[in-house]
């Protein structure tokens, strides 16, 4: 069974940072996009970032790019999000998910695995 595990959320003044980490067991797959998405109050869930974990590519939303970096690390099966510069737009539920055979993506309705999210808040 698919599990994915986030951590890292907090609260944190506008222009500080945070790193989150998602930790992945029960993976058989080598094809897989890791995604994180965010959810603030009253809104949808959008996609922030995404992994492509085989060949390394990274792709982000317009908002995000040039703050936030998606890396991973192997050996611990974790993908990372850096988020440096944040704002107080960037407060929300954050979550990793996993999109089983696809290589980029940040469509939801493509994302089998979610994990239970954590929490970020960024004050002015």
């Known amino acids: 069974q698919v599990q994915l595990v986030e951590s890292g959320g907090g609260s944190v003044q506008a222009g500080g940072s945070l790193r989150l980490s998602c930790v992945a067991s029960?993976?058989?797959?080598?094809?897989?996009?890791v995604g994180w998405f965010r959810q603030a109050p009253g809104k949808e869930r959008e996609g922030v970032a995404a992994?492509?974990?085989?060949?390394?590519?990274?792709d982000y939303a317009n908002s995000v790019k040039g703050r936030f970096t998606v890396s991973q690390d192997n050996a611990k099966n974790t993908v990372y999000l850096q988020m440096n510069n944040l704002k107080p737009e960037d407060t929300g539920m954050y979550y990793c998910?996993?999109?089983?055979?696809?290589?980029?993506?940040?469509?939801?309705?493509?994302?089998?695995?979610w994990g239970q999210g954590t929490q970020v808040t960024v004050s002015s």
């Open positions: 998910a996993t999109a089983i055979g696809y290589v980029l993506t940040m469509r939801l309705s493509d994302f089998h695995y």
């Open positions: 029960g993976y058989i797959y080598t094809r897989k996009c």
């Open positions: 992994l492509d974990t085989l060949g390394g590519n990274t």
